[in-house]
């Protein structure tokens, strides 16, 4: 809780690891939902990104939330760029529930723009790789049994 709002203005991507069973997606939907967390944020986002992960599909979901618009995005759209605008000049929380390989990280770390305004992109995943990868975004937590 203190990581989300507290220190850094900067973008900061903490993130939860621990095989199944442990905790992390309860963990993550308490903090989501505290009042304190809700109130700190302009935009938050829940996406689960699942193991069959598609770029685009989870791009068009984040940017639907941030933005509460459930319009039709045409297939030329370039979502990622549309993201990044709704993004800047926002404090926002995004939640990457349950994340399965590095690529996914790194496809969709890109369109989450940087900025002095306390930004977070939080992660949960149960595979060590991209545990080891993410440590290097931010601080990692280890659940343990
Ligand atoms: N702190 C806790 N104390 C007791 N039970 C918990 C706690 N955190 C989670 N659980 C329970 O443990 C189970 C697994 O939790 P879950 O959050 O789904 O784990 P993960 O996402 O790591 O697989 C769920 O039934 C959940 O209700
Ligand atoms: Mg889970």
């Known amino acids: ?4 709002t507290g220190g850094t203005k900067e973008l900061d991507v903490p993130s939860i690891f621990g095989m199944p069973g442990l905790g992390k997606t309860t963990l993550a ?3 989501y939902n505290n009042p ?3 109130g700190h944020f302009d935009v938050k986002v829940w996406c ?7 770029r685009r599909t989870l791009l068009v ?3 639907k939330q941030a933005t509460n618009d459930n319009s039709e995005i045409k297939e030329d759209v370039d979502i990622a ?9 926002k404090r926002y929380l995004i939640m990457l529930h349950d994340i399965w390989e590095v690529e996914a990280w790194e496809d969709l770390g890109l369109c989450f723009p940087n900025g002095e305004y306390g930004s977070r992109v939080m992660v ?3 595979i060590e790789q991209v545990a080891t990868h993410l440590q290097h975004c931010g601080e990692l937590i280890l659940l343990d049994f």
């Open 1 to 4: 809780m203190k990581k989300l």
């Open 29 to 31: 939907m308490k903090v």
């Open 36 to 38: 304190s967390i809700v």
């Open 48 to 54: 689960d990104v699942s193991q069959s992960y598609n």
């Open 61 to 63: 979901e984040i940017f």
């Open 81 to 89: 760029d549309k993201l990044q605008k709704a993004l800047k000049g």
């Open 124 to 126: 949960t995943t149960r």
